[in-house]
């Protein structure tokens, strides 16, 4: 499995700004995904980052809100721009593979919006 | 859009009783995995299931994927407190070879010593 390290680990901003979160894998990885997982809830995909082209959003989810690069296959970036407090979560970036495409986990950035 | 369902949402028992945890869906899923979460870690896999009828152990964890592949369950037997978490559920998304997996709803459990 690849192990997957994310930055920062958390953070708290105010309402407004924007944040930057990025995922390391240590090696490269075909499929990449950001999720969220708000309190006390389950996982939302949000998109899958494609290398070198456009990341896939899922429904509720848009490039504005939620820009995503994919510069190569072991690094990802998430901005949450405009934050309001309601983007307070946890967000993991995922890579999948394995003989039965498992998807496993980065250790997650925790955000605060002020 | 598939969804998953897990029952039930909160379970409080004592050390050493045991529980299951169901995860169900009106659709087919080709595998299901169970994941397990602690406060402030991301997920951690527990087991992949991919045959319909599909029993598989792990320690004291039995997970066993229903005929049809539409449901998932898990039981712990002796539960201890390290056993406490989010425990999740969730299965591949079947639209096109997207790769991409529906989590369940979640089952919060906390084991009392």
């Known amino acids: 499995s690849a192990v997957i390290s994310q930055k920062p680990s958390r953070d708290i901003c105010q309402r407004g700004t924007s944040l930057t979160i990025q995922c390391q894998v240590d090696s490269q990885v075909t499929m990449m995904f950001w999720y969220r997982q708000q309190p006390g809830q389950s996982l939302t995909l949000i998109a899958t980052a494609n290398q070198g082209s456009e990341a896939t959003y899922e429904s509720g989810f848009v490039i504005d809100k939620f820009p995503i690069s994919r510069p190569n296959l072991t690094f990802s970036t998430l901005t949450v721009s405009n934050m309001s407090p309601e983007d307070s979560s946890i967000y993991l970036c995922?890579?999948?593979?394995?003989?039965?495409?498992?998807?496993?986990f980065g250790p997650g950035t925790r955000l605060t919006v002020l | 859009t598939q969804l998953l369902e897990q029952s039930p949402q909160f379970l409080s028992i004592q050390e050493g009783e045991n529980l299951t945890v169901y995860c169900n869906s009106s659709?087919?899923?080709?595998?299901l995995q169970w994941y397990r979460q602690e406060p402030g870690e991301g997920p951690v896999l527990l087991v992949t299931v991919v045959t319909g009828g599909e029993v598989k152990k792990l320690k004291r964890l039995t997970f066993q994927f229903g005929d049809a592949r539409k449901d998932s369950s898990l039981h712990i037997t002796a539960a201890q407190p390290g056993d406490t978490g989010l425990y999740l559920c969730a299965g591949d998304d079947l639209g096109l070879g997207t790769y991409k997996y529906i989590f369940g709803t979640g089952t919060r459990l906390k084991v009392l010593a």
């Open positions: 659709s087919v899923f080709s595998s």
């Open positions: 995922i890579t999948s593979g394995g003989k039965y495409n498992e998807q496993f």
